[in-house]
């Protein structure tokens, strides 16, 4: 089977990730979502369950993984996340392989909030980075449940800021409004048809 174009789409928080995926995935690219593998690692069943339930006892609730539990875990024990993201990264990764080997489609898009963090971008052919001004993404972040300044501040100082992320993307979607976001996205789609039928 013949390996499809993989896009890799990032973007730092309230920049409208995933409704962007969502668009690409209307547009009829299968989509790989991050954090929706991280949700099936910790269920029941789940890859990463045995692994924590070794390292974090306390985390394993009815056999899965409690996200709150490990928030609380990390802001205790700050040294904690290495150890999770040591048990959860190569699993999220095999299951993005194994999301790209079983598919038929020509193009593909995966989903990866950390993907210049954690180094991903050097395992696609393009990226493309979601954006929005500073004061619109700080709008929508601070409109969020539960979500404080302090926090907001301490997710952003974790990722890459954005005008770097801008600098190293081969499409940046502007997605200050649904209809721009979209038409990006479409143009984006019908772009890389191009070349795969030109290459």
Do not use: C
């Not at 990264?89 to 950390?114: C, G, M, N, Q, Y």
């Not at 929508?140 to 301490?154: D, K, P, Q, Y």
């Not at 974790?158 to 081969?170: G, I, N, T």
């Amino acid at each position: 089977m013949k390996k499809p174009f993989i896009i890799g789409l990032t973007g730092s928080i309230g920049m409208g990730k995933s409704t962007t995926a969502k668009m690409f995935a209307e547009a009829g690219i299968p989509v790989w979502d991050a954090d929706a593998a991280v949700a099936r690692l910790y269920d029941l069943g789940g890859a990463a369950v045995a692994p924590m339930a070794e390292a974090f006892p306390d985390a394993v609730h009815s056999g899965k993984v409690s996200k709150d539990r490990l928030k609380e875990i990390i802001s205790e024990t700050p040294a904690a996340l290495r150890k999770i993201e040591e048990i959860v990264h190569p699993l999220v990764s095999e299951d993005r392989k194994k999301f790209i080997e079983t598919t038929d489609a020509e193009i593909v898009l995966v989903d990866i909030p950390l993907l210049f963090e954690t180094g991903a971008e050097r395992s696609v052919d393009a990226v493309v980075v979601v954006s929005v001004d500073a004061e619109t993404q700080r709008k929508r972040v601070l409109s969020r449940a539960g979500m404080t300044e302090a926090h907001f501040e301490t997710i952003l100082a974790k990722q890459v800021p954005d005008d770097e992320k801008r600098a190293r993307a081969d499409f940046v979607i502007e997605t200050t409004s649904l209809e721009a976001a979209k038409s990006q996205v479409q143009n984006i789609v019908a772009t890389l048809r191009r070349q795969i039928a030109d290459a």
